[in-house]
């Protein structure tokens, strides 16, 4: 077998030397600022970028979503980017209490044409950057930590040079040390504080100094030290707003941006599902959501999860993973049938609390009407399911409600089922097999003829008598049987004794309805006992509960193989 040996090909990162570290003991207990970078950064990812008509849509769901902050675009490197941004300006599409930000290399021609891109929007975020880490240095640009230390100085000296003192009041300067994550902590601190104090800075101006995680490379507690250090050695921290970009190389954007919020981070930049570079951006849905999960309101509404999902394909074209946390088609499904019968008995158990009850149901983290998803998807029914599941899905979706004892034979039945189909069973087909199985099949009784008479005036041992007198089929052969019992199930079940058919005892009897008013039919389930011990399920539907119980007693002799 062939080994993975690194072999000195790669090393971890270093240290960060913090000490006394917070962050571990902390707990998110509100929401950052969001800024959603699906404009630009998500849009730049795309195969086919958005036009300028989907960049409006996108933006008007991206405001009504409840950002208050939004990157649209790079008005200097293209010209879409400057009229979608001149639209939403000249169109005042752009809500009193949202920000818009753009991104800017700090170049005299590429600034003054994102300051002719902006003007008459009344807030506006300039983002600048540069790449700072060693192999920026060393490979892109060749120049020392002074050399890259002075670019980000100059960026900003250009900036304030070709702006007004009128544009400077509607003008928040963010700054990323491009290349965060990989770049020495000390001199990530040292780039930021030269920034700033070019720039300058108070309360009523606060700097952005945005922190990504351009490559993600280390465990999500190295980036939590970063920020934290950062947080911890940064100067005017009360002026300053400590913003992170994560994505995603390692798989654990989501958990870097968590940390990083315990950390000390104000402000979170990511896209809607992830979307972004290589593995992606960090995505925002589902940090925010996770938050919510935890009893904190992230101050964005995802109340219909599956309609936002819906117009990001239509704006992005791109799919959305079938396991993607809260929205991807299969999260709230289980095909485990231990699974299955946890949530039947955690979902039946919470349809008589309020609707505020905490939520504990197993094996679902959040109640899937609270992001607009539906509960008929949740049990899905394949070879591997249980016996509780088929049951929930009849119940749910048709309101048949079988009893706890009648579940293995169902589960029996759906099994053997899906075993021959090899995939999933729809709720339909289970209805369906449900159906054939207790009140379609006719392989051994039948009734032609049936009368119920009940003897009024007469009673035995406090039960009301009755009469039953029937013409029935056993396993082709007919007969004439007639008995009195203390109700038309016993009378029927006694009147049986006249046929070769197995004698047998009721030894459950379950009943129920299903609808109202005129359309309203009971159903009865039974369990006989033959006399060779052995136990069958029936079920029988009728207007009336009486035919029912009886049709049941038919339905579970015709079990009998």
């Not at 993975?4 to 902390?26: F, H, V």
């Not at 002719?116 to 983002?127: N, Q, R, S, Y």
């Amino acid at each position: 077998m062939t080994s993975m040996n690194p072999n000195g090909k790669y090393a971890p990162i270093a240290d960060i030397p913090l000490t006394n570290r917070e962050w571990p003991s902390r707990h998110i207990t509100k929401a950052p600022l969001w800024c959603s970078v699906d404009l630009r950064d998500g849009n730049q990812a795309l195969v086919n970028p958005m036009g300028i008509d989907t960049k409006l849509a996108f933006f008007d769901l991206i405001v009504k979503l409840g950002f208050k902050e939004v990157e649209v675009g790079f008005p200097a490197a293209s010209d879409t980017e400057y009229e979608f941004i001149r639209r939403l300006i000249e169109e005042k599409r752009i809500p009193d209490d949202v920000t818009i930000q753009v991104l800017c290399q700090a170049r005299e021609h590429l600034v003054k044409k994102t300051i002719e891109a902006i003007k008459g929007a009344p807030k506006v975020i300039f983002h600048i950057y540069n790449s700072t880490s060693p192999a920026q240095r060393k490979y892109t640009f060749n120049k020392s930590k002074e050399e890259i230390k002075q670019i980000a100085i100059d960026g900003v000296k250009c900036i304030k040079s070709c702006i007004t003192a009128e544009d400077r009041k509607r003008i928040r300067l963010e700054y990323s040390p491009e290349s965060f994550s990989m770049t020495e902590i000390d001199y990530a601190v040292e780039i930021c504080e030269a920034v700033k104090n070019e720039w300058g800075c108070s309360a009523d101006d606060k700097i952005i100094m945005n922190l990504p995680t351009t490559v993600e490379c280390s465990t999500p507690n190295v980036f939590a030290d970063q920020v934290e250090y950062f947080c911890k050695h940064i100067s005017d921290r009360e002026n300053v707003i400590v913003s992170i970009h994560n994505h995603n190389d390692r798989g654990e954007g989501v958990a870097s941006c968590e940390l990083g919020l315990l950390a000390g981070a104000d402000r979170v930049e990511g896209c809607l599902f992830g979307n972004g570079e290589r593995t992606g951006n960090l995505d925002i849905v589902n940090v925010a959501l996770n938050m919510y999960s935890q009893g904190v309101d992230p101050e964005l509404d995802f109340h219909d999860v599956s309609a936002i999902a819906e117009q990001y394909t239509q704006f992005t074209g791109m799919n959305i993973n079938p396991r993607m946390p809260y929205v991807g088609e299969l999260v709230f499904t289980a095909f485990s049938g231990s699974h299955q019968d946890a949530i039947r008995k955690g979902m039946a158990a919470r349809a008589g609390m309020a609707e505020n009850a905490l939520w504990d149901v197993p094996y679902l983290l959040i109640d899937p009407h609270d992001i607009g998803r539906q509960y008929e998807g949740i049990i899905r029914i394949n070879s591997q399911s249980g016996k509780g599941g088929a049951a929930f899905i009849l119940e749910q979706d048709y309101g048949v409600s079988l009893p706890k004892g009648m579940h293995p034979a169902l589960g029996v039945v759906v099994k053997e089922a899906a075993d021959k189909a090899q995939r999933e069973l729809k709720p339909v087909e289970i209805f369906n097999l449900f159906n054939k199985q207790w009140l379609e099949t006719k392989t051994n009784l039948s009734i032609i003829d049936l009368a119920e008479t009940h003897l009024e005036g007469s009673q035995e041992n406090g039960k009301e008598n009755a009469l039953c007198r029937a013409v029935v089929t056993w396993k082709g052969k007919q007969y004439a049987i007639g008995d009195k019992g203390n109700g038309p199930i016993d009378a029927f079940s006694n009147a049986l004794s006249k046929t070769p058919a197995p004698h047998f005892s009721i030894a459950a009897f379950h009943e129920h309805s299903v609808g109202s008013g005129n359309d309203t039919s009971a159903y009865a389930y039974i369990q006989i006992t033959c006399d060779d011990g052995k136990k069958y399920w029936g079920v029988g539907k009728s207007t009336n509960i009486g035919r029912a119980g009886i049709d049941a007693v038919v339905s579970a002799l015709n079990q009998i193989q």
